[in-house]
């Protein structure tokens, strides 16, 4: 039997404050049933952020996020950051703050790891990143956070949806289209049904070409390469449960033989080499068109997963496997710089 939307709602609030969740942005029955769910966290760095230093820009993104995409969301955030996130969010468009995790190192998998995140972490971070010295350690928390949180929203599934989605809060946003019913779940549907790989497979973006080196037998952790993007990952809540088994696994054990753990894309690219038949991949890279869309090549999911047309010359383009993604030597751009429609997987 439905529920009446207004008691229906006023039931939902009841029921997630318990579980730590804040407020329900009342978008109707219909809205809230939606079959997928979009996950984030928006845990603010503390003090001067390097890689941001221009923290109201910063926030102007988490706000056109939450403005522009209405798909049902759940919110990983600090109670302190309640006000700004339901401020920026339309009155119809579902949302759940979880204030479980007051700090990013409240965060299970992250507790035991905070002191050698601002140590030892740090050093290795030089020796094996030496170029990325504009992150820190609160940023690498929030990333290998992600996994969690994606499955905890599919645990609690506060929207009864069959598929779940992460998404960075401050992720850029393609500066034209409609994303209100983003993403599109005919598409959704057609990237993880394929009768091809494990019938659990999680959907990830392939934003460049795989490494020529593969992981081996002893886990060796992957060359730092563009090819996983961890801004938009998920599925169903199998392939999340077992990523996220996956994940944190492979975690522990890169930390336990002193590997730079802080970028989540590196266990996560260390994760699809081992198990190509576990991970469909977006279509992704130079295969919309550049006078169109003003956008960087790794987002092209946005244009793919929206559902309209996005201007291909010839043929529809389709996900692959990861298996299927072609290798090339790290940051190769060769091969893209000549894609055409034909060659787009």
Known sequence: ???????????????????????????????STRNLTLVTAWYPHPGYNPKYPDEQYYRSRVVEFLARIHTPLVVFTPSSENDFLQSARPSDAPMLLNNSFESIWDVPYLTGLTHSFHTNQVKLAVQQMPGDFFETPHMWGVWNAKVFFLDE???????????????????????????????????IREALSTGIGHPEKLLMVARELKPLRPVDASRELAPLTRTISAHFFGGTKGSIKWFSQAYYEMLAYYHSIDQFVGCEERIMLSIALLHPNRIACVPSFRCYDPTQVRLDHMYYYFLWLSGQETRLTKGPIRPVMFSDVPEANMFSYDYWARCDSEVCF
Do not use: Q
């Open 1 to 31: 039997m439905l529920v009446p939307f207004l008691n229906y709602n006023l039931l939902l609030s009841f029921l997630f404050l318990l579980h730590g969740f804040a407020e329900v942005c009342e978008g109707g029955l219909a809205a």
């Open 153 to 187: 929203a599919a645990k609690e599934n506060p929207f009864r949806s069959n598929y779940f989605f992460w998404h960075d809060a401050a992720g850029l946003l393609p500066r034209k289209g409609n994303l209100i019913s983003w993403p599109d779940i005919t598409r």
